[in-house]
């Protein structure tokens, strides 16, 4: 019984995190989780599968906080692995000269970036 409880519980945020991939990616309010999302998962519950809702939705959170503070642990992880590849990868960059009036903003972005990774490599632990 209390497996069945702690796998619905561990489905439920595994939702919660899907969904706000899709909301960050679908560039929405993270208030629609709560306004709109619940309630069509309720709708489908109720109306399609003839069960009742309340379990499966209290199961998923998808408050206005919770779907920012899971779209900010995405956004983590993924730069998390982003500084592995760029740590563990050789590669270099090539500038060209142009006669674009803004190739000095770019080419201080490549410096940036190409500080970041050099100082992440001879560091041995992540600075967050």
């Not at 109720?46 to 779907?67: A, F, G, K, W, Y």
């Not at 920012?68 to 993924?78: G, N």
């Not at 730069?79 to 563990?88: F, G, I, N, Y």
């Not at 960059?93 to 142009?98: A, G, K, T």
Request: aromatic content about 4%.
């Amino acid at each position: 019984m209390i497996k069945k409880i702690t796998t619905k519980n561990d489905d439920g945020l595994v939702a919660s995190y899907n969904i706000s991939l899709l909301i960050a990616k679908c560039g929405k309010p993270h208030t629609i989780g709560e306004k709109l999302i619940l309630l069509a998962i309720r709708e489908v519950i109720s109306t399609v599968m003839h069960q009742d809702t309340s379990s499966v939705v209290r199961s998923i959170p998808l408050s206005n906080n919770s779907v920012s503070r899971r779209i900010e642990e995405l956004a983590i992880d993924v730069e998390q692995q982003l500084c592995k590849v760029l740590q563990t990868t050789e590669f270099a960059l090539q500038l060209d000269e142009s006669t674009c009036v803004t190739m000095k903003t770019y080419l201080w972005h490549m410096y940036d970036i190409s500080t970041m990774v050099y100082q992440k490599k001879k560091c041995s632990s992540p600075s967050h």
